[in-house]
């Protein structure tokens, strides 16, 4: 480690803080209807948009017709992508003349798209035409993540409104998080990566002849305003096979810090909504400390190893003198450009918040340098987490906590004035405890035993496991990156990573939309002697041991026949 790394993550995290309050400022005024900027220019639009869809803005709903009409919104994006992909090779903007995608991976490809995970099992630029990267997969880039937005939003209705029986209005609230947010932001960023470098354009792929007389195709195309909001809605899928290891799509360190940026933000910004919300800030700011608290921990863990590299260097000879480490700490993997403080911290920051994008090859990182992304994912998507989905996350393990709490102290166990009860809880525990690992070790455990799943992996022993494990906490976790040494696009793999897509999406979705329901309905008391405080450091830290203690006690084992194992062997020399 350098002073120069650790300023790296801390210039990154300062900014992030500087974010947080403009940001989530904007996003309150923008889902309680309060003016903003853009209500002269996009006003119109909106209105249009309802007229067209036939809306009533002001019509609010129950939280099983709001749900209802989520998974309907979904279903309609997942037929239409999956046709897109099917009809691929008959439609324009193919100048290429790509063929249809086969069934199975463009189920993969739009269950993927449409939970916002993105896990990618194909090259971009040699599988899917202009047209499918644009009207399908930057179409649900853009949907998949108003949706996780609007879903945070309604919980956080349930908890701030007294009484009631409606959270929103989801048509409402996916519009208004499309129109006022993401495309506002996307269209900035965009320019800004076409003028670093990144390309814009729908013209044919380039053909070269190099110095050595080789004959090279150069890809290109609309990859800037993909680019765009892959990171903001912690998308990550690449229009490129390499992703933000491309240099088009990652040209320059400050293209990796500014999409590094816009990955954190939007999730950070809404644990300020929460607090406005609320009306209470301090609770916001709970929230945002805990997320920070497992980054930066986890930053500094995946720096530190891959600084200090490959023990078994040491053991065969070909460790510096000077440190007895392996020089230059471990680049395998990782591009010059960025190096490893770039990557390792692109790496956290990128599995933190449920992206998937990646600008290294994280089966390349030390053992604990990828375990802490495993972690990261395993964890429930709260470590910042997806846009939207972090946020939701999150709350569900606070209510988890003050429960724990309540039980500790010998009180009631409340959150924001609502009391939490048996339904609260139960909800809770079937979206933390039972349908992440359930989804995640079940499937793994499927594939470490079933022919077609053994055959996936390009390693054998503990790092083969890990490739399975990794793959299908990404899937489960809607998070998309991988360890790129597994063979995916195989039937058995895009049907299994499909399907724990869909679990980790909406069997979580749903029941904290039905905790929602049940907080709406309540009065929130007064804050009294008796109520255990939600917003200090004691609550920070001990929401912090609940998200550890829960997460280590379901996926240690997993993980001790992982990166652990392999951690201790590389330790002894071995680089089997």
């Known amino acids: 480690m350098t002073a120069n790394g650790v300023l790296q993550i801390l210039l990154f995290f300062g900014v992030i803080v500087l974010l947080v309050k403009p940001l989530g400022a904007l996003m309150a005024a923008i889902f309680e209807r309060q003016p903003t900027v853009l209500d002269r220019l996009l006003g119109p639009v909106e209105r249009l948009i309802y007229r067209v869809i036939g809306v009533d803005p002001n019509a609010e709903q129950h939280w099983s017709v709001y749900t209802i009409g989520m ?14 992909q099917q009809l691929q090779g008959v439609l324009p903007l193919n100048p290429q003349g790509f063929d249809g995608v086969s069934s199975h991976l463009a189920f993969n490809t739009a269950v993927s798209f449409v939970t916002n995970t993105n ?16 009207a399908g997969l930057a179409v649900q880039n853009f949907l998949s993540a108003a949706t996780g937005i609007a879903l945070a939003v309604a919980l956080i209705r349930g908890f701030v409104r007294q009484s009631g029986k409606t959270i929103g209005n989801f048509w409402v609230d996916v519009t208004r998080s499309t129109l006022y947010l993401l495309l506002p932001l996307s269209v900035v960023l965009a320019l800004v990566l076409v003028a670093e470098g990144v390309p814009q354009n729908f013209d044919p792929y380039t053909t070269a002849t190099t110095v050595e007389g080789v004959t090279q195709t150069i890809a290109q195309g609309p990859v800037a305003s993909q680019e765009a909001i892959k990171m903001l809605g912690t998308n990550g899928g690449g229009f490129f096979n390499a992703n933000s290891a491309h240099p088009f799509e990652n040209p320059t360190p400050l293209t990796n810090f500014l999409q590094m940026i816009s990955i954190f933000a939007i999730g950070a910004g809404l644990t300020y909504t929460f607090g406005r919300m609320a009306g209470n800030q301090r609770q916001g700011w709970a929230l945002f400390a805990a997320m920070s608290l497992l980054f930066l921990v986890g930053a500094g863990i995946v720096y530190n190893a891959e600084s200090e590299g490959n023990p078994a260097f040491q053991k065969i000879g070909l460790a510096t003198a000077a440190t007895d480490q392996q020089a230059g700490g471990n680049m395998e993997g990782k591009e010059v450009r960025f190096g490893i403080t770039g990557s390792a911290l692109f790496a956290t920051v990128t599995t933190a918040a449920s992206c998937g994008a990646v600008n290294s090859m994280h089966s390349s990182f030390t053992p604990i340098g990828g375990l802490v992304p495993l972690v990261n994912m395993e964890l429930g998507e709260i470590v910042i987490g997806g846009v939207g989905a972090g946020l939701y996350g999150m709350l569900l393990f ?6 724990i709490a309540g039980l500790m102290v010998g009180r009631t166990p409340e959150y924001l004035g609502k009391k939490i009860e048996a339904q609260e809880m139960k909800m809770a525990v079937l979206a933390i405890v039972l349908v992440l690992p359930l989804s995640i ?27 399975m494990l990794y793959a299908y906490t990404s899937a489960t976790a809607n998070n998309g990156s991988a360890f790129a040494g597994l063979s995916a696009n195989t039937p058995f793999y895009n049907i299994t990573l499909g399907l724990a897509m869909l679990m980790g999406r909406f069997l979580f979705i749903i029941p904290a939309m039905a905790i929602a329901g049940s907080l709406v309905q309540k009065r929130r008391a007064a804050a009294s002697s008796g109520t255990f405080p939600t917003t200090g450091p004691l609550w920070v830290m001990l929401l912090v041991a609940v998200i550890l203690i ?3 006690l379901t996926f240690f084992p997993a993980l001790a026949l992982g990166p652990i194992v392999e951690h201790l062997k590389m330790a002894t020399g071995s680089l089997l």
Request: hydrophobic share 45%.
């Open 441 to 467: 070790l079940g499937f793994t455990a499927l594939a470490s035993v079933y022919p077609d799943g053994v055959q996936g992996p390009l390693h054998t022993g503990p790092h083969g496991f890990t490739e």
């Open 398 to 403: 606070a209510i988890l906590c003050v429960f």
């Open 550 to 552: 829960v997460g280590g």
């Open 71 to 84: 998974l309907l919104f979904n279903l309609a994006g997942l037929v239409l992508l999956f046709g897109l």
């Open 119 to 134: 896990w990618q099992s194909y090259g971009g630029e040699s599988t899917m035409s202009y047209l499918v990267q644009m």
